[in-house]
């Protein structure tokens, strides 16, 4: 019979793991899950405009509000490139996404700058968002 506790451990093999196929870039993502990340990042970025529209009350927090919305400018034409490299399909749907949040954008933005001591300064920054809205 054998006795494990006694037996002669076997000898190490000192042969190396096999190679694996590096990993230096992660594989690219598929045109679906572009579309789902460009339709995050997008709503994302509608949410936070607008939020910023209904923030702004006087001149001083709308002050306030024109880093932030110039930050969500340059995100959203940030979206422009990989929205562009969408198949015709997608690109279609996703024309049809910034569509649809126009009139809600266009409604906070009318409310906003009807307010006495807030146009004047949220304006050229609204301004610019809507251009970049309006390039998709």
């Not at 990989?82 to 409604?107: C, E, G, M, R, Y």
């Amino acid at each position: 019979l054998h006795n494990p506790t006694t037996a002669t451990p076997s000898p190490r093999t000192t042969t190396p793991p096999p190679a694996v196929a590096p990993q230096d870039r992660a594989a690219a993502p598929t045109a679906t899950e572009t579309y789902d990340s460009l339709s995050r990042n997008f709503n994302g970025i509608v949410s936070e405009f607008t939020n910023e529209m209904t923030t702004g009350t006087d001149a001083a927090s709308a002050q306030e509000a024109v880093p932030h919305i110039r930050s969500l400018a340059n995100r959203l034409e940030g979206l422009h490139t990989a929205a562009d490299k969408l198949p015709a399909d997608l690109h279609t749907n996703f024309s049809s996404l910034v569509t649809s949040s126009k009139s809600k954008i266009q409604s906070a933005v009318d409310k906003a700058l009807a307010i006495p001591g807030v146009s004047d300064t949220l304006k050229p920054a609204v301004d610019d968002f809507m251009g970049k809205l309006t390039d998709f």
